[in-house]
């Protein structure tokens, strides 16, 4: 079945610090891969996506690439600001079915 | 606002009680999700439609539970004799059916359930 693995939380940051969150995938098929981000109180937004090997998502300053080799969809981001505190989930998603979601990761960031 | 709306945002109940959700997708997206989050986890699956056909269950989804999309628009998820394990977030999603599948599915607020 299809599983996703996400780097344990929570991640504390200085403001304008690297960010890496590390998510790793099982999956059978040609799946999507997703990241979506969950403020304090509010739903889930989608944050960026790709669909296929070696595409890059991005959005806001964040990035991650599909890397079918290491089944790997790390987000990254150059610097993060305080309002980028909230929990990242990784997500796989195939062709009209369900999403799998690893467990979160939680980012807060110190100004 | 054209997003996914879901009704209440919060609903506490004692246990063994019914409760029912509602969910409103984006109107032209065809297929509609129902999920469960609980503290500190990521979302599961429980069940999916597309227009008014309920096409997959997940094991998650107990007898207990039931959801309905009679039109092929908003749809409702039913919990029976609620139980204190039933506590958590019920998220809404909604996916258009699109020439080239991207699989981007559009959440809502979720409708909080605490059973007492």
């Known amino acids: 079945g299809n599983s996703v693995t996400q780097m344990e939380g929570p991640v504390t940051l200085s403001e304008e610090a690297f960010l890496t969150i590390n998510c790793t995938y099982t999956a059978t098929g040609y799946p999507s891969l997703f990241w979506y981000v969950q403020y304090p109180g509010e739903g889930l937004q989608l944050l960026l996506k790709?669909?296929?090997?070696?595409d890059k998502g991005s959005n806001k300053g964040f990035e991650a690439t599909y890397r079918k080799e290491t089944t790997s969809f790390h987000l990254e981001k150059g610097s993060v600001q305080v309002s980028d505190s909230a929990v990242y989930f990784c997500a796989l998603g195939t062709s009209g079915s369900r999403l799998t979601f690893g467990e979160g990761t939680q980012l807060t960031v110190n100004p | 606002d054209t997003g996914v709306s879901q009704d209440p945002r919060h609903k506490i109940t004692k246990r063994g009680q019914n409760v029912t959700f509602r969910c409103d997708p984006i109107s032209e997206h065809n297929r509609l999700y129902w999920y469960r989050q609980t503290l500190g986890q990521g979302p599961e699956f429980l069940t999916y439609?597309?227009?008014?056909?309920?096409?997959?269950k997940s094991r998650l989804l107990s007898d207990r539970f039931s959801a309905e999309r009679p039109k092929g628009s908003f749809s409702t998820l039913e919990i029976q004799r609620t139980e204190q394990g039933d506590s958590a977030m019920y998220l809404c999603?909604?996916?258009?059916?699109?020439?080239?599948?991207?699989?981007?599915?559009?959440f809502g607020p979720g409708t909080r359930l605490t059973v007492l």
């Open positions: 439609f597309q227009n008014e056909a309920q096409l997959e």
């Open positions: 999603a909604s996916r258009q059916r699109e020439a080239t599948s991207t699989d981007t599915q559009y």
């Open positions: 790709a669909t296929k090997a070696d």
